[in-house]
């Protein structure tokens, strides 16, 4: 109930009134009272004091008379005003100063108190004693009365006047403060509730609405901007309030911008992200990871499942950053590398891991490890067999070597050299294209023609092996994009193969043609064939089905994979096609309008 502010601001208003109106009432009452009491006394003293002795005498000798109580009586009505007595609150009594009896007064004997009172009783006893002190400044303010008891001792006679006041004026004059200030307190406390509501016009509707605005901005709405209304602490604060929400407005966009920039960049990348909580649940993973993985990341995968054998999850945590760990993992057969750091967030931190594919750099290491070995092996059979003709021609006494095999030393000296040259120019050839050095030199030439000259060129080599080399229709071929001698260089390892791994006496045909965009060309022999396993290998670097007859026949290896090269370069394809009984049929296919047009 006493939550808002107004109510709180109501509820100190109404404290503040009625505590000023309990201090302000109990002060009066009490200033009050003392001063009745005051007044009394002074009164008292007046009459009766030390500085009044011709009075006190008076009533001593008075008091000698034999109707001493009646005389007195009679001096003290006379002194009534000054006495203050007002025979309701305020009366004298004539006492017998030994007994206590009452002799006379300005009231009668049961307006005195029913018991005797310490002031009364104290005066007796010095009348007993002949002592004649004024007895009374001893009333308490407490008591529902105050009194005085003078002692007139005269020869035989004693006497007690006592004056009591039974306070009853100044009870009904505290009454009617108490009135005054209670009706004082309701309309103090009238004031106050309206002041309550005037304040909470002034002071809390600005902050309601700062409230609502702060709600608002809460709720992600930064566009509506509060009115500063007063230049006062909540215009200030209000002022202060629109700024802090325009800066909070920029920098949540900055963070959106930087989210979005990075969830952009973990959907697209090619490497895998996946990040696990400090429980060691995964909290994020890109496709990329599930790719990798060849799962269905969700969050029930645990670190522990998919990256436990590789690095434990606790010694992780207790890694400090910018430490990381690395590690390799298999995937089927693949091969992945992985980047394992902790990471902290406003929780207990966790741990993030990037994934990368090596799979591929491996096998290319491989391949380069298997080139390397490979060339070294080619280059280094025909360096020895150079070395030992060499040797032995060189070692020979004169006339030890007869001539004719002297020169079939030097022939196979010779032979060696050239394939050492060819092999050294194949690889020149495949650097070249690797590294994208080789320009290709394209013109529009007639498909038909390139093969027919290729064709011829072959033709005596063909006819050298009994083979009867036989090339279809090549009408209606169109003409193509390309570097035609690039090309026909591809034509010659091609047929130039169906010629060498074909036994003498077989048969080569050459068909072609073509369809909207591309032409074609298959070269098909009857010769040994390519057992199946080593159909997807013959276009791989020095690769050879059989290697001692490719070496017969002054194979390097790498005529196909040169042919490749330089096919791929055109955007078109060279491949094994499906060939019926013993034999090979290799097809080539290529864009009409070249390399650009892909
Ligand atoms: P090579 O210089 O050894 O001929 P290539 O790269 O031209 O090298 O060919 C690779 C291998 O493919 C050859 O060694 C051979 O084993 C096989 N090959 C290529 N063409 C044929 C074919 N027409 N018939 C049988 N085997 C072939």
Not at 145 to 157: E, K, Q, R
Not at 399 to 413: C, M, Q, V, W
Request: proline share 3%; aromatic share 6%; net charge negative.
């Amino acid at each position: 109930m006493f939550r808002s502010l107004h109510m709180k601001l109501m509820l100190i208003l109404l404290l503040l009134i009625t505590s000023l109106m309990a201090v302000v009432g109990a002060f009066l009452t009490t200033s009050v009272s003392s001063f009745y009491i005051n007044t009394f006394y002074e009164q008292i003293a007046d009459v009766f004091g030390e500085d009044q002795q011709d009075f006190v005498s008076t009533l001593r000798s008075e008091a000698a008379q034999s109707d001493g109580a009646q005389r007195l009586q009679d001096i003290l009505k006379i002194s009534a005003g000054e006495l203050g007595i007002d025979y309701r609150s305020r009366n004298y009594f004539i006492l017998d100063g030994r007994t206590g009896a009452f002799l006379g007064g300005s009231a009668g004997e049961d307006s005195l108190p029913r018991e005797q009172t310490p002031n009364l009783l104290t005066a007796r006893n010095a009348v007993a004693r002949g002592d004649a002190t004024l007895v009374g400044d001893e009333s308490d303010i407490t008591a529902d009365y105050m009194d005085v008891a003078i002692p007139i001792l005269s020869g035989d006679n004693a006497f007690i006047i006592y004056i009591l006041d039974n306070k009853e004026s100044v009870s009904e004059l505290n009454a009617q403060l108490f009135t005054i200030i209670f009706q004082a307190l309701v309309i103090g406390l009238l004031i106050s509730v309206l002041l309550s509501f005037l304040l909470s016009k002034t002071m809390v509707g600005p902050i309601e609405k700062l409230t609502a605005g702060a709600e608002r901005v809460a709720a992600g709405d930064f566009d509506s901007q509060l009115p500063v209304e007063s230049s006062d602490e909540i215009g200030i604060l209000t002022g202060t309030f629109n700024e802090m929400a325009g800066i909070l407005q920029e920098t949540l966009a900055a963070v959106e911008n930087e989210r979005d920039k990075l969830d952009t960049l973990f959907l697209h990348m090619t490497d895998g992200v996946v990040a696990f909580n400090h429980e060691g649940k995964l909290i994020h993973g890109n496709p990329a990871a599930n790719t990798m993985l060849h799962r269905n990341l969700d969050d029930r995968c645990s670190y522990d499942e998919l990256f436990g054998s590789v690095y434990p999850f606790q010694q992780m945590l207790a890694l400090q950053r910018p430490n990381y760990a690395e590690g390799e993992m298999l995937v089927g057969e693949r091969t992945l590398e992985l980047y394992l750091a902790p990471f902290s967030d406003q929780a207990r931190g966790g741990v993030l891991i990037v994934l990368h594919d090596v799979t591929e750099q491996h096998r290319n290491e491989e391949r380069r490890k298997e080139f390397v070995a490979n060339v070294s092996h080619e280059l280094r059979t025909p360096l020895t067999n150079v070395r030992s003709y060499a040797e032995t021609l060189h070692d020979a006494a004169e006339g030890e070597i007869p001539y004719d095999t002297a020169r079939s030393f030097l022939d196979i000296i010779i032979n060696e050299t050239d394939r050492m040259t060819n092999i050294v120019q194949d690889l020149l050839t495949l650097s070249r294209l690797d590294s994208g050095h080789t320009e290709l030199i394209l013109t529009r030439f007639s498909f038909a023609e390139a093969i027919e000259s290729v064709v011829r060129a072959n033709a005596l080599a063909a006819k050298n092996h009994g083979h009867e080399l036989t090339c279809g229709s090549l009408e209606d071929l169109p003409l193509i994009v390309g570097d035609r001698s690039r090309l026909e260089q591809v034509m010659m390892n091609v047929i130039g193969n169906a010629i060498k791994y074909t036994p003498d006496g077989g048969h080569i045909r050459i068909s072609a043609g073509s369809t909207e965009n591309d032409v074609w060309m298959e070269v098909w022999d009857d010769g040994i064939g390519i057992p199946e396993k080593d159909r997807d290998r013959i276009f791989d670097r020095f690769y050879r089905v059989d290697k001692a007859r490719s070496r017969e026949s002054g194979g390097t290896g790498l005529g196909l994979s040169i042919a490749r090269e330089l096919v791929l370069r055109h955007n078109g394809t060279i491949a094994l096609a499906p060939h019926e009984g013993p034999g090979t049929t290799v097809r080539l296919t290529l864009p009409i309008a070249g390399p650009a047009s892909a």
